[in-house]
């Protein structure tokens, strides 16, 4: 704590009159796109599963954290020491099967206790609180992780497919809707059934206990791999790869796809599709 602490007081002279001018100026508004970039560049190095990008990257979120709980602090609405207090607070109410005499048998039970319990603090704030099972995503989440959140949300009052197999016969169904709409041609009932088709897509993949946007962004970066492995062979051949035919991308994309495969073949425990 006495590193924390230290790191508080580097804030706040960092803010203070004789601090950093560019600091003095921030906001907690104009640091906004600062805590988001600081957020995936922490993902990205858990991606990657590089230690060292880790702690460098955790060590810039949590600088964000003490940013704005400083500037908090300042126009005297709260502190670091509420931020702590807070979430010390709220652990322990949630965790009564750790912290009191709750019984739970499993995953399960916690999870449903945790739904109850959110239910009833926002029950409690009166007024015009959300107290909806599904409140509490913020809007900015990317589309796919929010359908894995809304999907765990309802499944905990019981609101879901039995087995990821169950969730694909609704794939198969969105998917034949889906091949109606295109046929149609009405563009907006088109972009109606992709969206249904993802939805219970990304529930395939949380019942399956994967989530689709990681798998996402995994597929994403092999496609990006491979593609550019395609734009590395065109040109050490002198090929403008804008004039070659489609059927011979397509075999230079297999070719990348089998030496990438091969690869992973000779190292032990590794292996991509």
């Known amino acids: 704590m006495s590193r924390f602490r230290e790191l508080v007081e580097i804030v706040r002279r960092l803010r203070g009159p004789d601090g950093c001018p560019w600091d003095r100026e921030q906001?907690?508004?104009?640091?906004?796109?600062?805590?988001?970039?600081?957020?995936?560049?922490?993902?990205?190095?858990l991606d990657r599963d590089d230690p060292s990008d880790v702690r460098d990257e955790l060590g810039d979120l949590l600088l964000q954290i003490v940013m704005q709980a400083d500037m908090a602090a300042e126009s005297g609405r709260f502190t670091i020491d509420d931020v702590i207090a807070g979430i010390i607070n709220k652990m322990v109410r949630r965790h009564p099967h750790v912290f009191g005499d709750a019984k739970v048998a499993d995953t399960a039970d916690v999870l449903?206790?945790?739904?109850r319990i959110k239910s009833a603090e926002r029950a409690g704030k009166g007024g015009n609180a959300d107290t909806s099972i599904l409140s509490g995503l913020p809007s900015e989440l990317p589309a796919l992780h929010a359908a894995h959140r809304i999907g765990e949300k309802a499944a905990r009052v019981g609101f879901d497919w039995p087995s990821p197999r169950a969730a694909m016969a609704k794939v198969h169904e969105e998917v034949a809707e889906l091949e109606e709409a295109l046929t149609e041609g009405v563009p907006s009932r088109v972009a109606h059934e992709v969206g249904d088709a993802l939805f219970a897509l990304a529930s395939v993949s949380r019942l399956a206990d994967q989530n689709a946007e990681v798998s996402l962004r995994e597929t994403l970066a092999r496609f990006t791999r491979r593609f550019r492995g395609i734009e590395r062979a065109l040109a050490a051949a002198g090929r403008d790869?804008?004039?070659?035919?489609?059927?011979?991308?397509?075999a230079l994309w297999e070719a990348e796809k089998a030496a990438e495969l091969d690869a992973d073949r000779r190292v032990p425990g590794e292996g991509r599709s």
């Open 27 to 45: 906001t907690p508004q104009s640091l906004r796109g600062c805590l988001l970039e600081e957020s995936y560049e922490t993902l990205d190095a």
């Open 112 to 115: 449903r206790n945790w739904s």
């Open 241 to 250: 790869i804008h004039v070659v035919p489609p059927d011979e991308l397509e």
